[in-house]
Nanobody, 119 residues
C-alpha cells in the first residue's frame, strides 16, 4: 500500500497550490479519502474528507471557501485545491485512506508534503 503526496511547496499569502495524493495497493474506490495537516508544535488536524464516490465532501471551518477536495477514481488520486492561502496554513499535509464496506476500519496514511506560506 502506498499513498504518495505531492504538490507542496513555498507560496506567498493569497496564493494557491494543488496537492495530489496518488494511491496504490488497495481498492481506492472503497475508501473515503481525507487530508490532514500538522503545523510545527501542534497536533495533526482534519482538513477535508471526500466520500468514496466523490459525491460528498466535508471541510474544516478554517478552510471552508478556500480549499476544495476532489478525487479521480480512474487515476486513484485525491486532490486538495488550496487558494487564498494564509500564514496559518503552513503545515505538513497528509492524505489518509479510510476503508468502507468490506474494508471498514482499515486506514492508511501518506508520508506528507510540506506547504509553507511565507512572504
Amino acid at each position: 500500500v502506498q499513498l504518495v503526496e505531492s504538490g507542496g511547496g513555498l507560496v506567498q499569502p493569497g496564493g494557491s497550490l494543488r496537492l495530489s495524493c496518488a494511491a496504490s495497493g488497495f481498492t481506492f474506490s472503497r475508501y473515503y479519502m481525507s487530508w490532514y495537516r500538522q503545523a510545527p508544535g501542534k497536533e495533526r488536524e482534519f482538513v477535508a474528507r471526500i466520500s468514496s464516490d466523490g459525491a460528498r465532501a466535508t471541510r474544516a471551518d478554517s478552510v471552508k471557501g478556500r480549499f476544495t477536495i476532489s478525487r479521480d477514481n480512474a487515476r486513484n488520486t485525491v486532490y486538495l485545491q488550496m487558494s487564498s492561502l494564509k500564514f496559518e496554513d503552513t503545515a505538513v499535509y497528509y492524505c489518509k485512506a479510510e476503508g468502507r464496506l468490506d474494508d471498514y476500519g482499515i486506514e492508511y496514511w501518506g508520508q506528507g508534503t510540506q506547504v509553507t506560506v511565507s512572504s
